[in-house]
């Protein structure tokens, strides 16, 4: 008499005058603010809100579209800087080879090389992927750092931090950064710190007059 128990973390029941009486509970929330997602928890009934990734997306000739939403076109053929941590741990880093498309005036990415946990990983076209420099047949997965699968038409790098890199072999990427990163990214996809305005940023800090400036502070000499 008087005892109350868990059926399931939706259902609770009592028992009352000799009777076991249930009640079960509702979730209110069916729709979460932009940026935002529905996330079950486990031992809770309901769902809750929590932050969604950053993803940043290159496409086109190219085309960019930062952590924040901002879009930009930038069509330089050289190595640059794509996303990198750049907070004191330095956890990551994605560097990209774009080269010129049928004319001098357009430009793809041609090549992206991820560093991390000690890995080297080159994308390449046609979905040809090396690890430390060594080609690798997929799916190939190191303990404890990534695993390089092939998902249909895309290539697909997830890494034991959270970072998800998606490459299809001829222009388009796809980076996805956990929360945890959030004011601590720099380079081509920007800073990920919820506003788009200032993505524009050098590696002084200061704020590109222009695309091609923005552009060009994130080269890189090597890849």
Known sequence: EGKTWLKNPCV?????????????????????????????????????CVEDNGVCTVFGDPHYRTFDGQLFSFQGAC???????????????????????RSETVS??????IKIGGAKVMLGPFLRVKMNRNKVRLPYIKL???????????????TN??????????????????????NQMCGLCGNYNGEPNDDLIT?????????????????????
């Open 161 to 182: 931090i959270g970072l998800k890199v998606t490459w299809d072999g001829d222009s388009y990427v796809e980076v996805s950064v956990p929360p945890v990163f959030k």
């Open 203 to 223: 590696k002084k800090g200061k704020k590109a007059t222009n695309v091609e400036m923005f552009g060009n502070f994130w080269k890189v000499s090597h890849i």
């Open 108 to 113: 793809w990415t041609h090549k992206l090389r």
């Open 79 to 101: 190595k640059y800087l794509l996303a990198k941590d750049c907070s004191g741990n330095k956890t990551f880093s994605i560097k990209a080879i774009n080269n010129p498309r």
């Open 144 to 158: 404890g750092v990534l695993s390089v699968l092939q998902e249909g038409y895309m290539v697909v790098v997830r």
């Open 12 to 48: 609770k029941c009592s028992c009352f005058k000799g009777q076991i009486i249930c009640s079960t509970s509702y979730c209110s929330v069916s729709r979460c603010l932009k940026g935002y997602k529905l996330k079950s928890v486990p031992g809770k009934c309901c769902p809750s």
